[in-house]
């Protein structure tokens, strides 16, 4: 079947605007995080949803950071005001196990802020 | 709290082997391992669960010392597929967030 997928794929954006960043997870799949990777580094986590629980924003860097999946499928990442230094690539993984097990990744959205 | 991963890099030929270890400050309950190659998403390799558990896969092998919070990812006789980074990962106790090392760079050459 389909894997992770992730809109777009590129976005740039000015400073200050606001982005949102789309996450389709393999169908069936409970769980599902997303993470900033910074060029040269670990994925980091933000955040982890089982169904449409927001169960861990631990990771999320600031209130700007927003995660939804309200249905317990799709999930949106949000992102307001955004900063030069939200620049990264954010991985969206899906898994079907509860919790951090076998996650599939998503192939990312580049972020530029300008 | 991050786990740290040793070495930052590495520079094989083809057939030769390679250790990757991973340690952490922290109690570990799971290591979990992917590789990712340039410009793609990471790729799950395996999890380890239990003190003492070793996993194979291929010829691509790990270990976890739950007492010395450290595993290592062994690659036998590797080969040009097996470049990329190695990530391994350690989860918190209730298992919602995954935390990756900086990661380790293994080039194979022919």
């Known amino acids: 079947g389909a894997g992770v997928s992730q809109s777009p794929r590129y976005k740039v954006a000015k400073r200050g605007q606001d982005v949102a960043l789309r996450c389709d997870p393999i169908?069936?799949?409970?769980?599902l995080f997303w993470y900033q990777q910074a060029l040269g580094q670990g994925p980091e986590f933000l955040t982890y949803?089982?169904?449409?629980?927001?169960?861990?924003k631990s990771g999320l860097p600031s209130d700007r950071f927003f995660a939804e999946r309200p249905e317990g499928s799709v999930s949106t990442l949000k992102i307001q005001r955004t900063q030069q230094e939200d620049s990264a690539v954010y991985l969206c993984?899906?898994?079907?196990?509860?919790?951090?097990?076998?996650?599939?990744f998503g192939p990312g959205t580049r972020l530029t802020v300008t | 709290q991050q786990p740290v991963q040793s070495p930052q890099a590495v520079i094989l030929r083809e057939g030769e082997d390679a250790v990757i270890n991973c340690s952490s400050s922290?109690?570990?309950?799971?290591v979990h391992w992917y590789r990712q190659k340039h410009g793609e998403a990471p790729v799950f390799l395996m999890i380890?669960?239990?003190?003492?558990e070793q996993k194979g896969h291929d010829k691509i092998s790990a270990s976890f010392n739950e007492k010395k919070q450290q595993s290592s990812l062994y690659l036998t006789a590797s080969q040009l597929s097996y470049s990329g980074t190695y990530f391994c990962?350690?989860?918190?106790?209730?298992?919602?967030?995954?935390?990756f090392g900086k990661g380790t760079t293994l080039s194979v050459s022919s």
């Open positions: 993984a899906s898994s079907s196990r509860l919790g951090s097990y076998e996650q599939y």
């Open positions: 169908s069936g799949h409970v769980s």
């Open positions: 949803f089982q169904n449409e629980a927001q169960l861990d």
């Open positions: 922290k109690a570990l309950y799971s």
């Open positions: 380890l669960l239990k003190g003492g």
């Open positions: 990962g350690t989860s918190n106790q209730a298992g919602t967030a995954l935390i």
